[in-house]
């Protein structure tokens, strides 16, 4: 049994994703009826395991051998009961950010949490962002090189802690794992040129004010609604 | 009268049938021995691999206690197992039944009190019957559960009772032996510490519980711990006083630079956690030249993968500012500075210290810069100062001693030629992670003291303001010892949060007169930290004593020394001054609180020195100049419009 190209896509999008439920699929497969078919071969294979885990569609996630199958290094685990939430909003941005016309001709590059997290530190206390999008160098957008931080605020925080969020991103110089003296070095560009907030109705007032705490740093914050779909 | 003696003669006993019977019964006994162990095979060999690991790696008994004790849960789940085998499959196989050899060993019939009663019993019966067929492996599985945990303890007590005949004097055929056992004994312990060290990730720079590892414990006295184990101090007393005294050469940089990274990455966590403020680390190398350089480029590495932001070397690239002290804090530490007699120089002094202060209170606030403090050391220029501000007292002064000014100008501007502009910079102390303060005190001595005695006045001016945990290192000491009183420094600087850590090669070199060395090393509340030198004998005596057994033996006149002797208790140094003095290169001792422990140091690399640089480059990265204040750079302009992009995914912007 093979893998349709497309499914092979899906499947490593589940896999970075922490995992999928199944109307997502349907979006990434091209319908519902191909979505159960790509999740009844991924589970004959052993591939991935599915289950309804909450109210609404059942979710899929990748297993160990479908990890190692996609090349992936993670601990494969069922997605937690208090994050699907926000599992299905990062999906959704990144659904609808890959859908972009600008983002299939730039080639651009979304590099999931759950990659940054596997390459960073562990037992080291650090706010890492829901994801990053990287623009190649010769890409024929205006914002051509830039890395992007992405951020989906489901539920709000305190202001206080969002600004800490936000600053913190803004004026990081190293890549997640990097040593302790490279994260922040004065005078280095920062790693990220502008950190785009995906925001419910519930934690917009909580990020607007958040930024507007910024100073100058708060142009490079971008503020967007969630897309369709980010919740059920 | 005749006395009558009750106490039976001495010669009584024909010597040569006193000493056959006396070999005879120690024939027995040594007989009736090897039958118990032949026996009880299985516990023997345990208890012979365990005191030959105890000897091989130098533990001390503990460990093999732990060890027994660590093996107690799997002689626990045996037993559990055998009380709870099925009674009919038990009592089937005791009648002869097809599955008896099936049971493990130990399993036999009975209520379940009998069974786990008579388990060893029965476990060491199967295994014989195993051996006995040719099966030895299964033997060993069969007796391993009741055997393991107590050859182990058994070994344990051997090893304890050999370690403890030697350290009495009282084992060994010769006298001699005791001191060639623990000679060879501290040689294996090397060994082992050795080995500690070049396991991979075996010692951490911070241990699970926060502790700082300096290395591997070769040997304690007093101390917990012991040989393969890691040597660990808490933070808090690298938060205190410290000495370290070593010769040229035995590891002293090396174990510095542990140190000074183990109080970095300590501190860092601390302040991470929200409970303590960050730490600043601040090294005076008083010694100065290219080596000194080449060891604050190895500490700035070092103290980088410790989590240190950024590492100040001064003043080579970076540099501080003198005039941030208040005015009467800035008089005196510009008068100390300069050299000043006595006795009849004091005149000279009294006219100086009378001209600086009204330089440096002028009304027109204090001086910014040594140029303009040298420029208000012009009566004419003073005198007009205060008299604007209807100062007559002043102006009279300032006429008074108008004939002083010239000189006191001339030796200003003296001392500031030779000091640099490394006091006359725009930083603080607070700009950078760590300070490392190159002074170039063997080539020019009296220099280095001014900066040393400079720079620890900033720096208690800067403890003042409570931001920052701070260590104050000094290395070389003895270069700037005569005009650096460190010890009133000590006195204070619990209260400023500062701690101070003073090395030396020798203890003359820790302070100019034999008191203020002794106040040094007895306030040391840190520990002591002693490397090889050839006068370890005072701090010895800081250490204290501790009750030792001295025991003689008899020599009889010919042949081997007799089994009698006499034992007595006395006070030994706890430190012993023979091992330091023979310490190997990166062996220290670690004195506190009356106890000691020898330390193997485990060396620490910087990330950039594993590889190799090219042809040309730097030795290491630089790091951003923190000669002046640190600030973040203006705000790049906003990123290009994305909207295109962000509109077409995720609607219009909010704002």
């Known amino acids: 049994m093979t893998l349709a190209v497309r499914d092979a896509d899906a499947l490593v999008f589940a896999a970075d994703m922490y995992g999928i439920p199944f109307d997502q699929l349907a979006v990434l497969t091209g319908g519902d009826r191909s979505a159960r078919a790509a999740a009844r071969r991924w589970r004959d294979l052993g591939y991935a395991d599915t289950a309804r885990l909450t109210e609404g569609p059942a979710w899929l996630w990748v297993t160990r051998a479908g990890l190692a199958a996609c090349g992936r290094e993670y601990q494969a685990r069922k997605p937690a009961l208090p994050q699907l939430a926000h599992i299905r909003a990062v999906a959704a941005t990144r659904i609808a950010l890959e859908a972009t016309g600008a983002y299939r001709r730039a080639s651009a590059f979304w590099r999931c949490e759950r990659r940054i997290r596997a390459r960073h530190g562990r037992g080291i206390r650090q706010h890492l962002p829901d994801g990053e999008v990287h623009w190649p160098d010769s890409a024929p957008v205006a914002w051509a090189g830039e890395c992007w931080a992405i951020e989906a605020e489901v539920t709000p925080?305190?202001?206080?802690?969002?600004?800490?969020?936000?600053?913190?991103?803004?004026?990081?110089?190293?890549?997640?794992?990097?040593?302790?003296?490279?994260?922040?070095?004065?005078?280095r560009p920062p790693r990220h040129a502008r950190a785009l907030y995906l925001c419910s109705p519930a934690a917009l007032t909580t990020v607007l004010n958040a930024r507007a705490l910024l100073g100058p740093l708060a142009a490079r914050i971008e503020v967007r609604d969630l897309p369709p779909g980010a919740q059920p | 009268m005749r006395a009558v003696r009750r106490e039976r003669d001495r010669y009584a006993r024909h010597p040569v049938r006193h000493v056959l019977a006396r070999g005879f019964w120690r024939l027995l006994g040594l007989a009736a021995l090897a039958a118990v162990a032949a026996a009880l095979a299985p516990v023997t060999l345990a208890a012979a691999a365990a005191a030959a690991a105890g000897w091989w790696r130098g533990w001390p008994p503990r460990r093999l206690y732990a060890v027994a004790a660590w093996c107690l849960p799997m002689t626990a789940a045996w037993l559990a197992t055998v009380a709870?085998?099925?009674?009919?499959?038990?009592?089937?196989?005791?009648?002869?039944?097809?599955?008896?050899?099936?049971?493990?060993?130990?399993?036999?019939?009975?209520?379940?009190?009998?069974?786990?009663?008579?388990?060893?019993?029965?476990?060491?019966?199967?295994?014989?019957?195993?051996?006995?067929h040719g099966h030895l492996a299964a033997a060993a599985v069969a007796a391993a559960p009741p055997a393991v945990p107590l050859g182990v303890l058994a070994g344990g007590l051997a090893w304890q009772y050999r370690l403890f005949r030697m350290r009495t004097g009282a084992g060994g055929l010769t006298p001699a032996a005791p001191a060639t056992f623990d000679s060879r004994l501290w040689r294996r312990q090397v060994?082992?510490?050795?080995?500690?060290?070049?396991?991979?990730?075996?010692?951490?720079?911070?241990?699970?519980?926060?502790?700082?590892?300096?290395?591997?414990?070769?040997?304690?006295?007093?101390?917990?711990?012991?040989?393969?184990?890691?040597?660990?101090?808490?933070?808090?007393?690298?938060?205190?006083?410290q000495v370290v005294i070593g010769s040229t050469g035995t590891g002293k940089t090396t174990l510095l630079l542990r140190l000074w990274a183990g109080f970095m990455a300590a501190g860092l966590r601390g302040y991470a956690a929200g409970g303590a403020n960050r730490p600043l680390l601040v090294v005076l190398d008083c010694k100065g030249g290219a080596s000194s350089r080449k060891v604050a480029d190895r500490t700035r590495r070092v103290l980088r993968d410790a989590g240190a932001r950024s590492t100040a070397i001064w003043p080579d690239e970076a540099s501080l500012s003198l005039w941030t002290l208040p005015p009467g804090q800035l008089v005196t530490t510009l008068l100390d500075l300069i050299e000043h007699g006595t006795g009849g120089a004091a005149y000279y002094t009294d006219v100086m210290e009378a001209i600086v202060s009204l330089a440096v209170g002028a009304p027109c606030g204090p001086p910014v810069c040594s140029a303009d403090f040298l420029a208000r050391l012009d009566p004419g220029w003073l005198a007009a100062s205060?008299?604007?501000?209807?100062?007559?007292?002043?102006?009279?002064?300032?006429?008074?001693?108008?004939?002083g000014f010239e000189d006191v100008e001339l030796r200003f501007r003296a001392l500031w030629r030779r000091l640099g502009a490394g006091l006359d910079g725009g930083g603080s102390f607070g700009d950078a992670d760590a300070w490392y303060c190159v002074l170039e005190g063997t080539a020019e001595g009296a220099v280095a003291e001014a900066q040393a005695r400079a720079l620890t006045d900033l720096l208690a001016h800067y403890a003042v303001s409570g931001q920052r945990e701070i260590l104050l290192a000094v290395d070389e000491?003895?270069?700037?010892?005569?005009?650096?009183?460190?010890?009133?420094?000590?006195?204070?600087?619990?209260?400023?949060?500062?701690?101070?850590?003073?090395?030396?090669?020798?203890?003359?070199?820790?302070?100019?007169?034999?008191?203020?060395?002794?106040?040094?090393?007895?306030?040391?509340?840190?520990?002591?930290?002693?490397?090889?030198?050839?006068?370890?004998?005072p701090v010895s005596e800081l250490a204290g004593t501790r009750s030792y057994v001295?025991?003689?033996?008899?020599?009889?006149?010919?042949?081997?020394?007799?089994?009698?002797?006499?034992?007595?208790?006395?006070?030994?140094?706890?430190?012993?001054?023979?091992?330091?003095?023979?310490?190997?290169?990166?062996?220290?001792?670690?004195?506190?609180?009356?106890?000691?422990?020898?330390?193997?140091?485990?060396?620490l690399t910087g990330r950039q020195a594993a590889l190799a640089p090219a042809a040309g480059d730097a030795p290491t990265m630089p790091l951003p100049a923190v000669a002046v204040p640190t600030q973040w750079p203006p705000a790049p302009p906003p990123p290009p419009d994305a909207s295109e992009v962000l509109d077409e995914a995720f609607g219009a912007r909010r704002e």
Not at chain 2, 113 to 130: C, E, G, N
Not at chain 2, 552 to 571: E, I, K, N, P, Y
Request: overall charge positive.
């Open chain 1, 157 to 187: 925080k305190t202001v206080a802690r969002t600004t800490a969020i936000m600053r913190e991103i803004l004026t990081r110089t190293g890549d997640y794992g990097c040593p302790a003296a490279e994260a922040a070095v004065p005078g």
């Open chain 2, 84 to 132: 709870a085998w099925p009674a009919r499959v038990a009592g089937s196989a005791a009648a002869g039944a097809p599955l008896a050899g099936a049971l493990p060993a130990g399993v036999g019939p009975g209520p379940w009190w009998l069974r786990v009663a008579a388990a060893p019993y029965r476990a060491w019966l199967a295994s014989w019957q195993l051996a006995a």
């Open chain 2, 191 to 241: 060994r082992t510490a050795k080995a500690l060290l070049a396991a991979p990730g075996a010692l951490p720079l911070i241990s699970r519980n926060g502790l700082v590892v300096t290395g591997a414990a070769i040997r304690s006295v007093r101390h917990r711990g012991g040989p393969g184990r890691a040597a660990a101090i808490p933070y808090p007393r690298l938060r205190s006083h």
């Open chain 2, 386 to 403: 205060y008299a604007a501000s209807g100062d007559g007292a002043a102006v009279a002064t300032i006429r008074s001693g108008k004939r």
């Open chain 2, 477 to 537: 000491f003895s270069a700037v010892s005569r005009r650096l009183p460190i010890w009133r420094l000590y006195e204070r600087a619990r209260a400023l949060g500062l701690a101070v850590q003073v090395s030396a090669q020798s203890w003359e070199g820790l302070a100019d007169t034999d008191d203020e060395r002794h106040r040094i090393a007895a306030t040391a509340e840190g520990g002591i930290w002693l490397l090889r030198t050839p006068r370890p004998g």
């Open chain 2, 550 to 603: 001295d025991t003689t033996r008899r020599f009889a006149g010919q042949g081997a020394w007799a089994g009698d002797g006499m034992s007595r208790t006395r006070l030994v140094p706890v430190l012993d001054a023979d091992i330091v003095r023979q310490l190997d290169v990166g062996q220290a001792a670690y004195v506190y609180r009356g106890g000691v422990t020898y330390v193997q140091v485990k060396r």
